[in-house]
């Protein structure tokens, strides 16, 4: 999962562009509007975009003051995600999906770059062939991305190899960022769609002078889910944190892993990376109308050291993803999060309140060089006024997961830090 947010791109959002408008009018296309809008070409062509944006304000304690001086409030103002998306179809059976996202946005930059780029070969409903470069198998939290999650800030859990820039040393969205590796997907959904599936091989950790992997093995990871009340009404095979009652009654179980010979490691002493764990999601609307949302997932991490573990010290302190070092090494331990939710029935002006909690603990292996034990506690509230297409949320942290230094820092201090943030999230 991510330092600024993980990213999900779905299909279900999209919009138009005033100069594609006017070139399809220009080349005598007619636009129409089905779960958003269309640019029709034909009776089997047509092609959709749009957009979305995550904005932040946020204040934490112990991160400013004068040099010598005592600590004090810090704040900041942030873009943490730009999206634009493009779908289209050009047969019956074949379709890409295309999105971008601005890279290192949070951090004051404004490169544009590519997030998906998937070329969808849908066969039937128990199977589909994805190539490119798409989101690799993983937990419900991952597989949400930042625009479906039931929360503004949902990941806590340490990175895997498809959350860090795993061949490059450049910041941003490449292959290898926020949930995504370059490789090839196959999903499908059984028994009236109550069983879906997804395997995936990927790139993974890519072989240079500092890092493992010589032979070349590829990352595999799946994700098998069963919906044992309504079926989740997510397209392919990506997940939603909540869908605001829209899809009635849901619990849904899944379990999850990831895998790759030699992932982990120097080239003197590599591992086997091995990522396995479960998520549950449990949606109920009550007889006022109102809705109950629950989500809890559980991760183990793991790598088995051809010739023993790293000694203490230098790169082996790092995470998967944690800065200068942290691609040679991963996390070896547990975690769990877990959020609960309420949407009150009542509409107050444009929107709906959702008041929540939310708990996480990294809970790290025996012997393991990193960060000791951390977790957060987390309490809001979100102001639904169109879904995951608009809505608002006001939060506090408390804990050493995040303000202390977290997932992404092995430096992270211990102490117990307090934030306040505020996030504005919009998507056509």
């Not at 790293?310 to 998967?320: L, M």
């Not at 008041?355 to 034990?373: E, I, K, L």
Request: with cysteine.
């Amino acid at each position: 999962m991510t330092n600024s947010g993980k990213h999900l791109a779905a299909t279900r959002t999209v919009g138009l562009l005033p100069m594609m408008a006017l070139t399809a009018l220009a080349i005598g296309y007619t636009s129409v509007s089905h779960a958003g809008a269309t640019f029709k070409i034909d009776d089997t062509k047509w092609l959709s975009v749009g957009a979305g944006l995550r904005t932040s304000f946020s204040s934490t304690e112990d991160t400013a003051g004068s040099l010598g001086g005592e600590p004090k409030w810090g704040t900041n103002f942030a873009l943490n995600n730009l999206r634009l998306y493009m779908n289209g179809q050009l047969h019956k059976y074949i379709k890409f999906e295309f999105n971008t996202e601005c890279a290192n946005c949070g951090l004051g930059g404004s490169e544009i770059r590519i997030l998906d780029a998937v070329a969808k070969f849908d066969i039937n409903p128990y199977f589909n062939l994805w190539a490119g470069r798409q989101l690799v198998p993983e937990g419900r939290i991952e597989m949400n991305g930042p625009f479906y999650s039931a929360t503004w800030e949902p990941f806590k859990t340490p990175f895997e190899h498809s959350d860090a820039n795993i061949q490059t040393w450049l910041p941003g969205p490449t292959a290898g960022t926020f949930g995504r590796d370059d490789g090839v997907n196959i999903w499908g959904a059984a028994l009236d769609g109550k069983l879906k599936y997804v395997f995936g091989a990927f790139n993974g950790l890519t072989h240079s002078k500092t890092t493992a992997n010589g032979d070349g093995n590829l990352l595999y990871g799946a994700r098998v889910a069963y919906n044992i009340l309504n079926v989740e009404s997510a397209p392919g095979y990506y997940t939603g944190g909540t869908a605001y009652g829209g899809d009635g009654d849901v619990l849904t179980v899944a379990g999850f892993s990831q895998y790759q010979e030699d992932g982990a490691g120097s080239p003197t002493n590599s591992g086997n990376f091995l990522l396995a764990g479960g998520d549950l999601k449990f949606e109920k609307v009550m007889a006022d109308k109102g809705v109950l949302t629950v989500n809890t997932e559980y991760k183990n991490f793991g790598i088995d050291y051809h010739n023993g573990a790293p000694a203490p010290g230098g790169a082996s302190t790092f995470y998967v993803g944690g800065g200068a070092g942290g691609l040679l090494n991963g996390f070896q331990g547990d975690s769990i999060t877990s959020n609960l939710l309420y949407l009150i029935p009542k509409k107050v002006w444009i929107g709906q309140f959702q008041p929540y909690v939310m708990y996480t603990q990294v809970m790290t292996r025996q012997g393991f060089t990193g960060p000791q034990d951390q977790s957060e506690y987390e309490g809001g509230v979100n102001y639904i006024i169109d879904g995951h297409n608009a809505r608002i949320s006001l939060l506090w942290q408390g804990g050493d997961l995040s303000g202390g230094g977290g997932i992404w820092n092995p430096a992270a201090n211990g102490n117990f830090v307090n934030a306040i943030k505020l996030g504005v999230q919009l998507q056509i």
